[in-house]
């Protein structure tokens, strides 16, 4: 989850970075920036 606290770019990044190498090792390669764009599609805070 994702704090208010300081870093939280720097934490959000490692997040979609371990999605992209999960993503790989399941057999649907998708890059970092993909990710970034569909998380921010779906929105949130």
């Known amino acids: 989850m994702l704090t208010s606290t300081p870093g939280r770019y720097g934490r ?8 992209s ?6 057999g649907t390669p998708l890059k970092a920036r ?8 779906l929105g949130g805070t």
């Open 12 to 19: 959000y990044m490692a997040l979609v970075t371990d999605l």
């Open 21 to 26: 190498i999960e993503s790989e090792r399941h």
């Open 34 to 41: 993909d990710i970034d764009l569909a998380l921010f599609a």
